[in-house]
């Protein structure tokens, strides 16, 4: 059985793009096969990756408004069970052009209909906004991961993008879950950071994973040189850690079978 999560937060820089990469190349090594979809026009996961913008022939654009086939869009990384669907600039246009379209927030939920067996999990990574393209997202997804990064205004903005679920989950996709929150760039060394774990603990309780990610300087120069942690510095935290969250993430998957 494949699984779609949409790793979403319309704050950016929480650890969204980093999540979506080094998860998905942590989850290829132990196994899975995993297919990672980049739906923000800055396209930081396909870059981040090692795949050349000027190379790519068909992105998710092309998939969301030109109707092609979402197979002539999948490209290689450098991890043999790892692939993606690319994002370029093209996609910055979309969230407009998408507004008058017929069944506009279900092309993406379509689209990987048709490819989604071919993979054991496919992650989404959400632009940094709640508009066509996140919405998108969460009607093709089984489950929402959200990144929270350990700051003093952690929670603030959260209810929107609860909301923004509820409302999908009401009219679009009425079995999308909450997969899990996810605490990124912890500091150890401030008692704010403590205090942030606490604080959104009380308030998503069990759906908080155990793994904790720490500010790691190797996981911010992975991207520079398009590789995931994982061949980039096996042996950092970074890669420990991000290694602990796809073995967590795979635990509560066969726990729910
Ligand atoms: P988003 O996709 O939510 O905008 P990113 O994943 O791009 O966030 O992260 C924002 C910035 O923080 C990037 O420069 C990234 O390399 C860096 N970063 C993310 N997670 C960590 C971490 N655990 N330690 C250090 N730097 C990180
Ligand atoms: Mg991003």
Do not use: W
């Amino acid at each position: 059985m494949s699984k779609i999560i949409a790793v979403a937060n319309q704050k950016g820089g929480v650890g969204k793009t980093t999540t979506a990469v080094n998860l998905g190349a942590c989850l290829s090594t132990l196994g899975r096969k995993v297919l990672i979809v980049d739906i923000d026009p800055q396209g930081n996961t396909t870059s981040g990756i090692g795949i050349s913008k000027a190379d790519v022939e068909y992105c998710i654009y092309d998939i969301l408004i030109n109707d092609v086939h979402p197979k002539q869009a999948i490209v290689e990384t450098g991890l043999p069970n790892l692939k993606m669907i690319p994002a370029t600039i093209q996609l910055a246009g979309a969230e407009i052009e998408l507004v008058p379209t017929i069944s506009r927030e279900i092309r993406l939920k379509k689209s990987l209909g048709l490819i989604r067996n071919e993979f054991d999990y496919i992650l989404i990574d959400c632009p940094p906004s709640l508009g066509l393209l996140t919405i998108n997202s969460l009607t093709a997804a089984d489950s929402v991961l959200i990144p929270i990064q350990c700051e003093f205004y952690a929670l603030e903005g959260l209810s929107q993008l609860l909301n923004t679920i509820r409302l999908v989950q009401k009219h679009l996709n009425t079995s999308l879950q909450i997969e899990g929150v996810l605490l990124t760039m912890f500091d150890a060394r401030t008692n704010l950071g403590i205090q942030v774990i606490e604080e959104v603990k009380k308030y998503f309780q069990q759906k908080v994973y155990q793994t904790v990610i720490p500010r790691n300087v190797r996981l911010s120069e992975a991207p520079s040189h398009g590789q995931s942690i994982i061949t980039y510095d096996p042996k950092s935290k970074g890669a420990e850690v991000y290694l602990e969250l796809a073995k967590e993430v795979l635990t509560y998957e066969q726990a729910a079978r």
